[in-house]
């Protein structure tokens, strides 16, 4: 047997393209990159992808492997880490040196990493008018293709309106600036509007301290949380804190935030992405994949969900067999039907043939008796004629 | 301040013939005046399953039912609970809000969520507690990443669990009616169902139970793993509003479908706990 058909498949990981010397524009495929590489260096490799829309579950990253498609980082690490638990993968497990109350302890860190400080990174690559006009907006539209770079900046932007009015975080002056006769957008400088702005700057201010506090309270001076090796956690705050102080943002309150007042997590940041980059087998970046027209079909049309039936769960499974067997009972009643009536039609076509031919020999055998009595007629009255005529 | 503009003669005249009145407000006289604190919540659960509990004076609304917890864990009794005012009478439309009845001088007052913990410290003292009742500062600060995972994907995981309302309901029923949506809750929000690419608008959430379930275990299994045998979590002597969450987010996956309340009856010290805290909670509240 070949070798080739016993190595298993490379891990293909599809992420939003790199910027600012960073793996991605998303803090979420920046995990997953960092993540991948400290675990299965030289296994995997990067495609840069502009459309979400191919993932199952609509957002980036994903991972293929095989036949296998993982949405999400969580479900990333957890494929990733049961990869490790195969000797032969060659895999590592980040928090193997974890005990189970840290582990606990991690993933409830994790969550709060994902939920505050990625508020923080929405607030500042969406809130904030300046930063999504000037920055995000057209980095997007400088990666996508005509006509989706004219939506779909937009359209993520809106995405993480509701989760950023909810925290508090969705500026109340952001709004669609206006524009001139020439299409150019115009700044109209409102005191009202820079009062509120310095208000609000104030609030995110204060609620970006508190979060990053907690973070330098828990790192407390050491190089890593748990210990001199990264885990999952150093991890995901790093891709979250990399994407506040690398992108050149127009409003650069984060960054400075964090840079005057927690340099310790700047540190921390940078020691993960200097762990990262020391790896020696780099990952290889396939690029940006062209869309195709279908990408304009929405999702359940061009991409329907192939959900594999080992993934789901046993109700849906029966409803699945329900609904194709109510399909299936429909098309074969209406098939069944129109069988019938075709039977019935073709019996009726048949049985009207002879009538229709005795009927039409009867009619003839009366167009005869009707010729051959007017024939006769007619010889009487010529009989006639030509007796009188005598 | 005085108008720049006068109207003109003929229409004053005209103007005087139908003059304002201000009537004095109408006294409104209850006929049954308050006679202790009532808190305004989501209706329970009609049919009461297990007969031994009395099941029907919790919300199953899980806002309401963690403001039920945090007032009964604080060692407030004798609060009385309704159920018949629609969110849309409540502080900013939503329940639950606390109805106190007149005292001395004091008004009866109506409070909303964020105004209880001040009424519960006038009524128990406390509250100059910097440490919100958690044994040390870090154990403060853990308690912020356990709240977010509650809320977040637990609280995604009990909302998706639900049960697809007819259409008809979800037509009449208002916004502020419901709870938080899915695009809060999660971080990052979930993508549209029509997907970003496509040129029609945006429509629906992407998002099943099937696609959070990994990480709605790690956090159930997480949560039974920090708090182990001890008493409260956190291991703190007395209870703290980490408590009243949990204890309303494990009361509602308790009663949740299978596949939610599974992995939570999975988890024996999980159960065990919340039994306690349960019998704790019902024990300070009556129904009017």
Redesign the interface.
């Known amino acids: 047997m070949s070798n080739a058909a016993t190595q298993p498949a490379l891990c293909t990981l599809h992420i939003w393209p790199n910027r600012w010397n960073l793996p991605s524009i998303d803090p ?1 495929c920046i995990a997953a990159v960092f993540y991948l590489q400290l675990t299965i260096p030289g296994k995997f490799e990067v495609v840069e992808c502009t ?3 191919v993932s199952p ?3 980036l990253p994903f991972l293929t492997h095989g036949h296998a498609t993982v ?2 980082v ?2 990333i690490i ?1 494929f990733v880490s049961s990869l490790a638990k195969s000797t032969s993968s060659g895999a590592r497990d980040l928090d193997a040196s974890l005990s ?2 840290q ?3 991690r ?3 994790c ?2 990493v ?3 400080i ?2 923080l990174v ?1 607030y500042s690559f969406y809130s904030l008018d300046d930063n999504f006009w000037k920055l995000t907006n057209p980095t997007m539209a400088s990666m996508l293709p005509i ?2 770079r004219y939506y ?1 900046p937009g ?2 932007r ?3 309106r ?2 950023l ?2 925290a508090g975080l969705w500026t109340q002056a952001t709004s669609e600036p206006e524009k001139d006769s020439f299409g150019k957008r115009q700044k109209k400088d409102d005191p009202k509007d820079e009062y509120a702005r310095a208000f609000e700057r104030d609030k995110v201010s204060a609620q970006a301290k508190a979060s990053f506090a ?1 973070y330098a ?2 790192l407390d001076g050491r190089k890593f949380f748990f210990g001199v090796r990264p885990t999952t956690l150093d991890v995901h705050l790093a891709s979250y804190i990399l994407l506040l102080l690398d992108p050149p943002f127009p409003d650069q309150l984060m960054r400075s935030i964090l840079e005057e007042s927690y340099p310790k997590l700047v540190e921390h940041a940078r020691n993960v992405q200097t762990e990262v980059s020391q790896i020696p087998r780099p990952y290889h970046v396939a690029p940006a994949q062209k ?1 195709s027209l279908l ?6 049309l ?2 329907p969900s192939k ?1 594999k039936e080992s ?3 046993e ?2 499974l029966r409803f699945r067999r329900m609904r194709w067997m109510w399909f299936a009972l429909a098309f074969g009643g209406v098939a069944s039907y129109v069988a019938q009536l075709w039977i019935r039609v073709t019996v009726v076509r048949a049985n009207r043939r002879p009538r229709h031919v005795q009927k039409r020999g009867a009619d003839q055998e009366h167009k005869g008796e009707v010729t051959g009595s007017k024939e006769g007629e007619d010889d009487d009255d010529d009989d006639d004629g030509l007796a009188g005529n005598e | 301040m005085a108008s720049v503009f006068s109207l003109p003669e003929p229409l004053q005249r005209f103007l005087s013939k139908f003059p304002l009145h201000t009537y004095p407000p109408v006294p409104v006289i209850s006929k049954r005046p308050l006679q202790k604190p009532t808190l305004w919540i989501a209706p329970p659960r009609t049919t009461a399953i297990d007969q031994t509990s009395n099941s029907d004076i919790l919300s199953t609304d899980v806002e309401c039912l963690k403001w039920q917890a945090y007032i009964a864990l604080r060692g407030v009794t004798n609060i009385a609970v309704r159920w018949d005012i629609s969110p849309e009478g409540g502080i900013d439309g939503r329940l639950p809000c606390l109805h106190t009845p007149a005292f001395g001088d004091a008004s009866s007052e109506l409070l909303a969520p964020r105004s209880i913990p001040g009424w519960v410290d006038g009524q128990v003292g406390g509250g100059n507690d910097s440490l919100n009742g958690y044994s040390d ?2 154990l403060k ?2 308690s ?3 709240v ?2 509650l ?3 637990v609280h995604a995981a009990l909302n998706l669990s639900e049960p697809p309302q007819p259409a008809l309901s979800q037509l009449l029923r208002t916004t502020t009616a419901g709870g ?2 899915l ?2 809750i ?15 608008p ?1 429509y629906g959430t ?2 099943t139970l ?2 959070i379930q ?2 709605y275990t ?2 159930i ?3 039974s ?2 708090l ?1 045998t001890d008493k409260w979590f956190l291991g703190s002597e007395n209870p703290t509003a980490l408590d009243a969450l949990a204890f309303a987010y494990l009361h509602c996956l308790l009663y949740s479908m299978d ?1 939610t309340r599974i992995e939570v009856t999975r988890r024996v010290n999980l159960v065990t706990w919340e039994c306690r805290v349960r019998t704790q909670v019902e024990a300070a509240f009556t129904r009017t």
Not at chain 1, 295 to 300: E, V
Not at chain 2, 186 to 200: D, E, F, I, R, W
């Open positions: 979420t459309n979400p829309d579950s609509g957002k949405t999400s969580p479900a957890s189970l109350p582990r606990a302890k993933t409830a860190w969550s709060h994902e939920a505050n990625g508020d929405a006509p989706q779909v359209r993520i809106e995405m993480y509701p989760r009015e909810a907690l309270k828990l869309q990408s304009l079909i929405p999702r359940p061009s991409n959900t993934q789901m769960d109700a849906d | 500062e870090m600060d853990e912020h990443a356990w977010s995972l809320e977040g994907v938080r949506a695009e809060a999660l971080s990052p929000p979930p993508a549209p169902l029509t997907g970003l690419s496509s040129v029609l945006s992407n998002i099937s696609s990994g990480q790690d956090a299994a997480s949560l793993e920090r182990g596949s």
